[in-house]
């Protein structure tokens, strides 16, 4: 049963007349006679009373009449519901990032929303180190990582460039220096997070090429807890430049410059390579790409080659 049936179907019952039917489907009048005769033999019933000349439906014909006209309208609303997910009057994207990764998506979301009010959006939090395979496993569209992923299956893209600091509490006596050596860091007492990261591994890699001892005397969970921590006093932190841009402004906290620690880091958007992306995710990119080319470094939009 196909719905071409179903809509000649509902011509000849709607207009009660074959030869109308015909007219209303711009077909041949025994066209529809066979179209019905292949209906009745698929479904084993009569559907129009053969005495009546009028189209008068049978039982049977009464009750398909009310599953086609259901199953025609679903058509159409499946037909809409399509269009605005295209004219992106509604949909929903599902990104993941971790909590740092999370502040870069802040001025694009707002922006996004801005253009696409319709559109939900979910950003999932995720370790960074399982974001691939959250995008991989299909549970979120586009994903945002402070390292460069080496599944070939995953795309990315360069869309900020951000830097380590090494940040310190106003009243340290480091914070009106301007720009230390790494060894001058052997005797501070470091706020660490305690996830690890490539990056942190790459600091503690430093440390010990320049023979220096990195002193990691507190581990807290979130950056959020690092800020705070050494704001009051408790030590120093390296941490990502746009962590620490309010507390820098405020004066909450100082930068120290520390050229052996001057570390790149570049956020990217991850997507699988294959895939066909929803209108809304695909959206979501064409905002990225219009955001770096109108603000500038350190935002950008630079597509990675393939692993």
Same mark, same amino acid.
């Given at each position: 049963?196909?719905?071409?049936?179903?809509?000649?179907?509902?011509?000849?019952?709607?207009?009660?007349?074959?030869?109308?039917?015909?007219?209303?489907?711009?077909?041949?009048?025994?066209?529809?006679?066979?179209?019905?005769?292949?209906?009745?033999?698929?479904?084993?019933?009569?559907?129009?009373? @053969? !005495?009546?000349?009028? $189209?008068? %439906? *049978?039982?049977?014909? &009464?009750?398909? +009449?009310?599953?086609?006209?259901?199953?025609? /309208?679903? @058509? !159409?609303?499946?037909? $809409?519901? %399509? *269009?605005?997910?295209? &004219?992106?009057? +509604?949909?929903?994207?599902?990104?993941?990032? /971790?909590?740092? !990764?999370?502040?870069?998506?802040?001025?694009?979301?707002?922006?996004?929303?801005?253009?696409?009010?319709?559109?939900?959006?979910?950003?999932?939090?995720?370790?960074?180190?399982?974001?691939?395979?959250?995008?991989?496993?299909?549970?979120?569209?586009?994903?945002?990582?402070?390292?460069?992923?080496?599944?070939?299956?995953?795309?990315?893209?360069?869309?900020?460039?951000?830097?380590?600091?090494?940040?310190?509490?106003?009243?340290?006596?480091?914070?009106?220096?301007?720009?230390?050596?790494?060894?001058?860091?052997?005797?501070?007492?470091?706020?660490?997070?305690?996830?690890?990261?490539?990056?942190?591994?790459?600091?503690?890699?430093?440390?010990?090429?320049?023979?220096?001892?990195?002193?990691?005397?507190?581990?807290?969970?979130?950056?959020?807890?690092?800020?705070?921590?050494?704001?009051?006093?408790?030590?120093?932190?390296?941490?990502?430049?746009?962590?620490?841009?309010?507390?820098?402004?405020?004066?909450?906290?100082?930068?120290?410059?520390?050229?052996?620690?001057?570390?790149?880091?570049?956020?990217?958007?991850?997507?699988?390579?294959?895939?066909?992306?929803?209108?809304?995710?695909?959206?979501?990119?064409?905002?990225?790409?219009?955001?770096?080319?109108?603000?500038?470094?350190?935002?950008?939009?630079?597509?990675?080659?393939?692993?």
């Amino acid at each position: 049963m196909e719905l071409v049936q179903l809509e000649t179907f509902l011509a000849v019952a709607e207009e009660r007349s074959f030869s109308r039917a015909a007219a209303r489907l711009h077909r041949t009048q025994p066209a529809v006679s066979q179209a019905i005769a292949k209906l009745e033999q698929e479904l084993g019933e009569v559907l129009f009373e @053969r !005495t009546s000349r009028d $189209g008068t %439906l *049978t039982d049977a014909g &009464e009750v398909l +009449r009310e599953y086609a006209l259901k199953l025609i /309208n679903l @058509r !159409t609303e499946a037909s $809409g519901a %399509l *269009t605005e997910l295209r &004219e992106l009057h +509604r949909g929903r994207l599902n990104l993941a990032a /971790n909590e740092y !990764t999370c502040l870069y998506l802040l001025p694009l979301l707002d922006q996004y929303r801005r253009q696409n009010p319709h559109i939900k959006l979910a950003v999932q939090r995720a370790l960074a180190s399982r974001i691939s395979d959250e995008v991989l496993m299909h549970s979120v569209e586009i994903g945002v990582l402070s390292f460069r992923p080496d599944d070939p299956q995953v795309k990315s893209v360069v869309v900020y460039r951000d830097e380590l600091a090494f940040v310190v509490n106003p009243s340290h006596p480091l914070a009106k220096v301007g720009e230390v050596s790494i060894r001058q860091l052997g005797g501070q007492n470091f706020i660490a997070h305690n996830i690890p990261s490539p990056q942190r591994q790459k600091v503690i890699q430093t440390f010990n090429r320049h023979k220096t001892r990195l002193q990691m005397g507190v581990e807290l969970p979130s950056l959020e807890a690092i800020k705070r921590f050494v704001a009051m006093g408790n030590g120093v932190a390296l941490v990502p430049g746009l962590t620490v841009s309010t507390e820098l402004e405020n004066g909450s906290l100082v930068r120290v410059k520390v050229p052996e620690l001057q570390m790149e880091r570049k956020l990217r958007l991850v997507h699988r390579r294959q895939a066909s992306l929803s209108h809304a995710a695909v959206a979501f990119l064409k905002v990225v790409e219009a955001y770096a080319a109108e603000h500038g470094d350190p935002f950008c939009f630079q597509a990675e080659r393939g692993v």
